[in-house]
């Protein structure tokens, strides 16, 4: 029995020290797991950065931030943004699109279409250096709409009435209890034109086309990868290793090392964002680049 033990000591010793210390031995594992990460981190500094641009554009504050961070921080010397959305709201739209044309200013962009770039996520990208699209990739749909339901004839069945109290004409414009007026109507449409218009112009300045083409590449036609090549929507069709080599030159840096988002922040971040964005398509009633 003395023989075995001796001869197993080297094993059970061990098992015995980790059983009789577990909270400590843990709390070692964890403090030399961090030490290594940032060891290794500090070892390996990222130098190109990718941000995504998934779903519906509604609340863009997280993606806005890391704009901002990564045309602050030195070390990264340029930025993928990865994009697959059916495009959104204007106004967050247009802040991202400007936020891009503002790092682009610092460092290069390259804008990659995973899979949607539509309307709202266009115009977010396309202040890009380059935009590279995958070649089963949707792209384009500039265009804007404004829509309501005509609820008059339930709300009548169900017997509620509504009553309002304004000031100015077009105070009560998109009003689902009833349908709207010609004015109504008119002044929507002067809003909806002027941002089209608006969205339109930046497009054209942005990828060098003429306004008054916009019936061929604008008009919310919505392209393949090749089609938006052939309109000047896009500079290449191809997949994201094409999209990161191209960073890569335009970025000139000699080793790339790709900056790692944490995979439980990338998590939460998804499903808080998208809860924000299923609350507020569903009781806000906007503009949309869709």
Do not use: C
């Not at 961090?34 to 641009?53: G, T, W």
């Not at 709201?89 to 949607?116: F, Q, R």
């Not at 309307?119 to 699209?133: H, L, P, Q």
């Not at 990739?137 to 008059?152: C, E, F, N, T």
């Amino acid at each position: 029995m003395n023989f075995l033990s001796k001869l197993f000591w080297p094993i059970t010793a061990p098992i015995r020290f980790i059983q009789n210390n577990f909270k400590t031995v843990l709390f070692l594992a964890i403090i030399f797991y961090i030490v290594q990460s940032s060891d290794q981190a500090k070892l390996e500094q990222p130098n190109l950065q990718v941000i995504n641009l998934t779903g519906p554009i509604m609340v863009v504050d997280e993606v806005l931030e890391k704009i901002q961070i990564a045309k602050n921080d030195p070390n990264i010397k340029g930025v993928l943004l990865s994009v697959n959305s059916p495009g959104g709201a204007v106004a967050p739209s247009v802040e991202v699109a400007y936020a891009i044309k503002d790092l682009k200013s610092v460092k290069p962009v390259v804008a990659y279409a995973s899979g949607v770039m539509a309307s709202g996520s266009y115009y977010a990208s396309i202040w890009a250096d380059k935009i590279v699209a995958n070649p089963g990739s949707m792209i384009g749909s500039i265009g804007v709409i404004m829509q309501s339901v005509d609820a008059s004839e339930l709300i009548s069945k169900i017997g509620i009435k509504t009553q309002t109290v304004k000031v100015g004409e077009y105070k009560e414009a998109g009003t689902p209890t009833r349908e709207w007026t010609t004015q109504e109507r008119d002044e929507l449409e002067k809003i909806t034109k002027n941002t089209y218009n608006m969205f339109v112009t930046d497009v054209a300045n942005a990828r060098k086309l003429k306004v008054e083409d916009h019936k061929i590449y604008a008009d919310a036609h919505i392209f393949t990868s090749s089609g938006a090549k052939a309109v000047g929507l896009i500079d290449e069709v191809a997949t994201i290793s094409k999209a990161k080599s191209m960073l890569v030159t335009l970025s000139g840096v000699s080793n790339p090392i790709w900056s790692k988002e944490d995979k439980m922040d990338k998590f939460m971040e998804k499903i808080i964002n998208g809860s924000i964005q299923n609350i507020s398509s569903q009781f806000t009633s906007q503009l949309v680049a869709y």
